[in-house]
């Protein structure tokens, strides 16, 4: 009898902490997976949100590249992932704070 992945829909009886947290994950790993259907359109709206040029933007940019980070993880491509990170920073690089954040959130080593 083969493994199956333990699931919300296939395990019956389950309730409780153990279901919400079932349910969490999987709804914590929904937005990563649609992020990865499409990585130039999501790179462009972190493109077009930090162009803004707010800390508020640049806030939002950071997090919008942790969420492509796990997606890219998701997909085990993560050499993709700075690579296009590596262009990306390029690109913004006189963006001190942006820069910043990044590197405060552990995606970015700016030395």
């Known amino acids: 009898m083969p493994i199956t992945a333990i699931t919300i ?6 309730k ?5 947290e079932l349910k969490r ?6 937005y990563p997976r649609s992020l990865s259907q499409d990585f130039p359109k999501a790179w462009k709206a972190v493109q077009q949100t930090v162009e803004r040029g707010s800390g ?11 969420d492509l980070a796990e997606a890219y993880a998701l997909n085990a491509n993560e050499k993709c992932f700075h690579e296009e990170l590596g262009g990306f ?8 704070a942006l820069i910043q954040r990044l590197v405060q959130a552990g995606l970015w080593n700016d030395s």
């Not at 829909?9 to 389950?14: C, L, Q, S, Y």
């Not at 994950?25 to 929904?30: D, L, S």
């Not at 508020?56 to 942790?66: M, P, S, T, V």
């Open 9 to 14: 829909e296939n395990v019956k009886g389950i």
């Open 16 to 20: 409780g902490p153990v279901k919400i």
């Open 25 to 30: 994950r999987r709804e914590r790993e929904a």
């Open 56 to 66: 508020l933007a640049y806030d939002e940019g950071c997090r919008a590249i942790f």
């Open 89 to 96: 920073v390029a690109d913004h690089k006189r963006r001190k």
